[in-house]
């Protein structure tokens, strides 16, 4: 019931070139993938604002749903793993190699039930009838297990905290096209950040207005 000798310790020896992908995955979703559902959304919708509000809480969703099943895989392994741990490496690294091992036994598709169901009863967006928000399910697939993967690292990565009028902070967010440069406050959120131990390590999108 150990992990694989070929993974054994590797998780933390690994750490920053896993930690280096994850980033840079953030980054390519970020630019193609969250655009590309923008650009799909619009066919539909023609409210820019809308459309960038339903892909934001699909990120935050995603990441949400994808935490809380790391949590409870990674407790399931670690109550698999105890009963026969002998070291030499702690149960903590020893679950977490298992768990880096095997993340293709994360149930992602129940996360992304998860996350249609959590926007389809979310009073902060605005889905007409006609737009089944399953469309989105690529794009939350691949947040989920990106999510999924950054809870692995040492520390963690998460995305930032965010709430509609809160104060534009330049060193969390850009602004995005349609922001008035002079206006203090946050109207809505595009892309949130990326932090790692409560420091902005990629920074968000937002829109400012007064």
């Not at 799909?40 to 969703?61: G, K, M, S």
């Not at 949590?71 to 009963?83: A, D, G, Q, S, Y």
């Amino acid at each position: 019931c150990s992990p694989p000798s070929c993974c054994s310790g590797q998780a933390r020896n690994v750490n920053d070139s896993r930690r280096a992908c994850l980033v840079a995955r953030f980054g390519f979703i970020y630019a193609k993938e969250r655009f590309d559902a923008e650009t799909f959304l619009r066919t539909y919708i023609n409210d820019l604002e809308t459309v960038q509000r339903i892909v934001y809480t699909a990120a935050v969703e995603s990441f949400h749903a994808a935490k809380m099943a790391y949590w409870k895989f990674k407790t399931h392994v670690r109550e698999m793993l105890c009963p026969c741990h002998c070291g030499p490496e702690s149960l903590e690294d020893a679950v977490l190699d298992y768990i880096v091992c095997h993340t293709d036994q994360y149930d992602v598709h129940c996360s992304v039930k998860e996350v249609i169901c959590s926007m389809n009863i979310n009073p902060k967006i605005s889905v007409p009838p006609e737009i089944d928000l399953n469309v989105l399910s690529p794009l939350i697939q691949e947040l989920c297990c990106l999510a999924f993967s950054m809870q692995t690292l040492i520390p963690p990565l998460d995305i930032a905290f965010g709430i509609d009028g809160e104060v534009f902070d330049e060193t969390k967010y850009y602004r995005g096209s349609g922001s008035d440069f002079t206006a203090a406050f946050v109207a809505y959120h595009v892309w949130p950040a990326l932090v790692e131990n409560g420091v902005v390590i990629v920074r968000g999108e937002v829109v400012t207005k007064k």
